[in-house]
């Protein structure tokens, strides 16, 4: 391919100018046309008469265009203007009414582009700032309840040493101290976990508004916007821990209690645990470390198979008893696992017909996996514990996680390990249950994880996680050494589902741009496979069946859709 060619086609990486017969980069954006303009469209949009007028934007400045409602007593005009008076929307005809007369008229669209504005931004601090903050100041407490442990276990070996050279005349006195070690111990514990329970009520009052922000941007709810402003509860502040120590004393039998010390916490003002200002928080994880690997063939399949030329749309259909297709997962018999924002959990057929469903704690992410036994594993990320649905409907509890949140989940293909996506790490359990293997940072030592809200695993056996806190899909082999992160192409990434292909392609959801992307096994991007010109919207659930379809739910939908890209 010559440099010009390649060149032609990096550009269709980008968005596409809307001008008819155009298909240069759209970088700009008409408020008024609501469609991307390369630079020479804009410039013939600014001379024409007829949009001189026009405002033109860079496109990540547009505005988000009103959706279309009808207004209920003029049907066949849309309601575009709001009465500042009655704090109403109208249609143009409304407003021309007695009971408007000389009231003060605004532009709908205007409105509704700052509310819109606003929610996003106060949700993408709950994303970006209140829950990483939150999750940090609870881990510096489990550090905290760690430390304590080991201080007081060492206060007590110290005390017994001590005892020990008096022996008997000691004994009393140090059986005392070491029973007031343990109620102060337990006082301590106590007042840690009170913390820790504060940060879990907050953080779960954060998941809820993160729920209430994503129906208010919603564009089925856009009345929502103008109904209130959420605003986000403050951080709650604790303490950090002041640790007791132990003050040897000189011993002597007149007074064994002197001997034998006291332990106390230093009289000191409890030090409050530092919360990161928003401004200083980052969020992007910008790694060009990448390891090649021998990709291992899959089958016959692959051999045969490339990618299509266009994508074409299979069939469609909605899934009954969601709200939306946040994550689905298909098992070995071609059935659909969906699930939704509240925690409905909902087995289909190939039709759309539901099979079952079960009520699981809310999850908003890839927490259910379809196994090749065609048995169901989800996670309870409140309980940290991982449950299996058998064909016959029973739930069992498969795995405790201890500390460790467990947020998404995947069954291999290839040997059956079950792969977890945790708050901070990514672990590897074998179809029994047992932990075979934890990754949490690459060979420099380096967080690969902050919130792995979805994972899946390639034909060569790479573990590949959509991280939303990084901004990134994060990449490691099946021994753990990281590969690559994707951090997207051309604009901030907002990764959702991710899934694989009998090629060895990774596909991957972002919300942001609202299109599905299409990388090879080392993150090289290779298209945008769909994107808004084949209508859709916001998706966030993904996977491929064992034909090789690709089907891809959306927020705000319970319609699931299915595509052939392979030929």
Not at 125 to 134: A, E, G, H
Not at 207 to 214: A, G, H, R, S, V
Not at 257 to 263: C, Q, T, Y
């Amino acid at each position: 391919m010559s440099e010009t060619s390649d060149e032609q086609a990096a550009m269709q990486h980008y968005l596409v100018c809307g001008t008819e017969d155009c298909q240069e980069n759209g970088q700009f954006y008409c408020n008024a046309c609501h469609q991307p303009l390369c630079e020479q469209c804009r410039d013939e949009h600014q001379k024409s008469p007829n949009t001189k007028n026009h405002e033109i934007v860079r496109y990540r400045h547009r505005k988000h265009q009103l959706p279309v409602e009808k207004c209920k007593d003029h049907p066949r005009r849309n309601i575009d203007i709001f009465c500042k008076e009655c704090q109403i929307p109208l249609c143009s005809k409304c407003s021309t009414m007695e009971e408007h007369n000389g009231h003060k008229i605004e532009d709908l669209e205007d409105i509704y582009a700052e509310k819109y504005a606003l929610q996003h931004d106060e949700f993408l601090k709950i994303q970006k700032y209140f829950l990483p903050s939150s999750q940090g100041l609870r881990t510096d407490i489990e550090e905290d309840v760690t430390q304590i442990k080991k201080i007081m276990n060492s206060i007590r070996t110290s005390m017994k040493a001590e005892a020990e050279s008096l022996k008997i005349l000691v004994d009393e006195v140090t059986t005392e101290n070491i029973e007031y070690t343990h109620t102060m111990e337990k006082s301590i514990l106590e007042m840690l976990k009170s913390q820790e329970t504060t940060y879990d009520d907050y953080i779960a009052y954060l998941w809820k508004m993160t729920d209430e922000f994503q129906q208010y941007l919603s564009l089925t709810n856009q009345k929502l916007l103008f109904s209130q402003t959420l605003k986000i509860k403050t951080i709650p502040e604790t303490t950090k821990l002041v640790a007791p120590v132990f003050t040897s004393g000189k011993f002597s039998k007149d007074d064994i209690s002197k001997l034998l010390g006291r332990v106390n916490v230093p009289n000191t003002e409890p030090e409050k645990r530092k919360i990161q200002p928003m401004e200083t928080v980052t969020t992007h994880l910008k790694s060009t470390e990448k390891q090649l690997e021998q990709s291992k063939e899959k089958s016959n399949v692959k051999q045969t198979l490339s990618l299509s030329s266009s994508v074409t749309k299979v069939r469609e259909y909605t899934v009954p008893g969601v709200g939306s297709v946040y994550h689905v997962s298909v098992d070995k018999s071609g059935r659909f696992w969906v699930s939704d924002l509240s925690g409905n959990l909902v087995q289909t057929d190939l039709q759309g017909n539901q099979l079952q469903k079960i009520k699981a704690c809310i999850q908003s992410a890839g927490y259910h996996t379809a196994t090749q036994d065609r048995e169901l594993i989800y996670t309870d990320r409140d309980k940290n514990v991982i449950y299996r649905i058998t064909p016959d409907q029973k739930i069992t509890e498969f795995i405790k996680t201890g500390y460790w949140t467990p947020i998404s989940v995947h069954s291999s293909r290839i040997n059956g390990d079950i792969l977890v996506g945790m708050i901070g790490q990514v672990t590897r359990y074998s179809k029994t249950g047992k932990e075979i293997q934890n990754i949490q940072r690459d060979n420099k030592g380096q967080e690969l994880y902050s919130y792995p809200h979805y994972i899946t695993e390639n034909i060569n056996g790479d573990i590949c996680t959509s991280d939303y806190n990084k901004n990134a899909v994060v990449v490691v082999n099946k021994s753990g050494q990281h590969k690559f992160s994707y951090t997207g192409q051309g604009s901030e990434l907002f990764p959702y589902g991710i899934c694989t292909d009998v090629l060895g392609h990774i596909l991957v959801c972002d919300d942001v741009r609202k299109s599905v992307h299409l990388l090879d096994q080392d993150g090289g991007l290779l298209s945008f496979i769909l994107s808004p010109q084949q209508g859709i919207g916001y998706p966030h659930g993904v996977c491929v069946d064992d034909e090789n379809n690709l089907s891809v739910g959306q927020f705000g939908t319970n319609t699931l859709t299915v595509y052939k890209f392979l030929q």
